[in-house]
C-alpha cells in the first residue's frame, strides 16, 4: 500500500483574524428557530444521537448544540480554542433554520456568526497563546493504515511512500470533526474495556477523535490524505471521561464480552484496557507531546438563553 502526502510546508492557521470579521454584507438566515434541546433516550443497550450540523439544501438543522459548539462551528475552529465560562457546555439547543436564495452550504458559518451575535448577544475577541497538544505522528516503522472502500467496493485511501512526516509546521485543520455525516462509531464492550470502531475517518477527523480521550488536543502531523477504518481497544476510564461529542450520528452499542446484554452500567464498572497511547500504535502512529502556537476566541459576552423566536 502507498501513502499520500501533502507536499510543501505548511503554517499554523488558526482562525486568524479575518475569520472573526463580519463580511461588507452581513450573511444571515432568513429565519431560524432555537430551542433547548430533549435529553436523549438511553434506556436499552443502544442509542443512536444525531449531533452537530446538517445542511439539507435551504433547510440548515443543528441538533445538541452547546453554546461552545455552536461558537466553534461558526468561526470555524476547534473545541479548545473556545475560551469562556463553565456553563456554555451545560445547555444543548436544537436549531431549525432557512437559508437565503442563493447562498450555499460554506457560507452557513457566517450566518450562525450572525444568528449568535442576534440571539445570544455574543461578543468575542481573539488571542494567540501557547497550547500543550499531542502531535500525531508516523512511528518509526511507517504507516500501517487500512483504507476505506468507497461506495463502490474500492479503497477510498491515497497514500505516499513516504512515511517520515512533513517537515516543518503543520497546518491545524479548522471547523467540525472531520467524520462524514452518514459515519457510524460503535463502541462494544470487551473483556479488557471497550472497542471503538470509525469507518470513513480522515487522519485530522482521527486526531480530533482521539482529542476526546485524553488531557490536550491531538493535532494532525502526518501529512497523510484519504480515508480510513480505525478499530481501537480503549479503557472504561477513557471513555467515561470523553469530552464533547461527535458530528453526524453516533451509534453507541455497548454489549457485554459476548455481545450480549449489559448496558452502560455494566460497562462503566470495567476500568481496565489499553490506553489511547498503545491503540494508536497499531497503526504505525504515536502521540509526541509538544507546544504549538493556537489561535484562541475569548467570549467577552454571551446570554445563558437565546431572545426568543
Known amino acids: 500500500m502507498t501513502y499520500q502526502r501533502s ?7 488558526l482562525g486568524t483574524a479575518t475569520a472573526l470579521a463580519q463580511p461588507a454584507t452581513r450573511l444571515e438566515f432568513e429565519v431560524a428557530s432555537i430551542k433547548p434541546a430533549a435529553p436523549p433516550n438511553f434506556a436499552g443497550g443502544k442509542v443512536a444521537i444525531r449531533i452537530g450540523m446538517h445542511v439539507d439544501g435551504s433547510r440548515m438543522e443543528y441538533s445538541m448544540g452547546t453554546l461552545r459548539d455552536l461558537i466553534r462551528t461558526a468561526y470555524r475552529v476547534k ?5 469562556g465560562p463553565d456553563w456554555m457546555n451545560e445547555t444543548r439547543f436544537d436549531i431549525v433554520a432557512k ?3 442563493g447562498s450555499s452550504t460554506d457560507q452557513v458559518p457566517e450566518m450562525l456568526q450572525a ?6 448577544k455574543l461578543t468575542l475577541h481573539h488571542e494567540t497563546k501557547d497550547h500543550n497538544v499531542y502531535a500525531l505522528v508516523v512511528g518509526k516503522g511507517g504507516p500501517k493504515l487500512k ?3 468507497a461506495d463502490d467496493g474500492t479503497p477510498a485511501g491515497a497514500t505516499n511512500k513516504d512515511a517520515d512526516g512533513p517537515k516543518g509546521p503543520v497546518a491545524l485543520s479548522t471547523g467540525n470533526i472531520a467524520i462524514p455525516n452518514k459515519s457510524v462509531m460503535t463502541f462494544n464492550r470487551g473483556a479488557g474495556g471497550m472497542a471503538v470502531n470509525a469507518k470513513k475517518v480522515t487522519l485530522p477527523g482521527f486526531a480530533d477523535m482521539l482529542s476526546r480521550y485524553v488531557d490536550r488536543p491531538v493535532v494532525d502531523m502526518t501529512g497523510i490524505q ?11 476510564e477513557e471513555l467515561m471521561h470523553m469530552k464533547g461529542a461527535i458530528g453526524g450520528v453516533m451509534a453507541v452499542r455497548v454489549a457485554g464480552p459476548g455481545g450480549e446484554g449489559g448496558g452502560p452500567a455494566d460497562a462503566a464498572s470495567d476500568s481496565t484496557g489499553p490506553s489511547v497511547f498503545q491503540s494508536v500504535q497499531q497503526y504505525g502512529l504515536k502521540l509526541d507531546a509538544r ?3 493556537v489561535d484562541i476566541l475569548t467570549v467577552d459576552r454571551a446570554d445563558k438563553l437565546p431572545t426568543e423566536n
Open 147 to 149: 483504507a476505506s472502500e
Open 226 to 236: 484519504g480515508v480510513y477504518d480505525f478499530a481501537m481497544n480503549l479503557s472504561m
Open 99 to 101: 437559508l437565503p436564495e
Open 291 to 293: 507546544k504549538a502556537p
Open 115 to 120: 444568528l449568535l451575535a442576534d440571539r445570544f
Open 7 to 13: 507536499s510543501g510546508l505548511c503554517v499554523f492557521l
Open 79 to 83: 473545541d479548545y480554542q473556545v475560551s
